[in-house]
């Protein structure tokens, strides 16, 4: 449990979309049209209403996606070593995602700008968070470089 348990707390589980995101777009896998085939139904769910909710691979990527930032966003109450390289490579991964999705054709698309805007918010939530616990823990009620 030690080692992989650490690799899991160092890496940001946001990369895992990245990966699937740049395999798809990057192989071809989406045809060369990466909004239709991300928005084409997979499968049909029929509701209580009668209407039928078309859940395609946008929605379930964003939906992966988002849950994967709550892990993150729980992984940042931890104030060791490793939730430090874990921000670092947050941040460097959030910069890898808004250069693909300005320069590379086929990742300016919502739902990578979605993933893009997960990564932000990852950066912001884990620093912010860190801060707010390491200040708990050092028990100092004041503030802590003009922070109340």
């Known amino acids: 449990m030690g080692r992989s348990y650490l690799a899991l707390n160092i ?9 699937i995101y740049n395999f798809v ?3 071809g896998l989406a045809g060369g049209n990466v909004g239709a085939w991300m928005s084409e139904p997979i499968f049909t769910i029929g509701m ?3 209407d039928n909710w078309g859940v395609s691979f946008a929605d379930c990527f964003t939906g992966f996606s988002l849950l994967l930032l709550f892990v993150e966003i729980v992984k940042s109450t931890q104030t060791g070593s490793s939730s430090i390289i874990n921000h670092g490579l ?3 991964l959030a910069v890898v995602c808004i250069i693909q999705f300005i320069t590379i054709q086929g990742f300016s698309t919502s739902v990578f700008f979605m993933l893009t805007l997960m990564t932000i918010v990852d950066v912001i939530a884990g620093f912010t968070i860190t801060i707010v616990g390491a200040k708990r823990d050092f028990g100092s ?3 802590i470089a003009g922070t109340n």
């Open 25 to 27: 777009v990057l192989t």
């Open 90 to 92: 947050s941040m460097l």
């Open 11 to 19: 890496i940001p589980l946001l990369v895992f979309p990245l990966i």
């Open 141 to 143: 009620s004041g503030g």
């Open 48 to 50: 209580f209403s009668g």
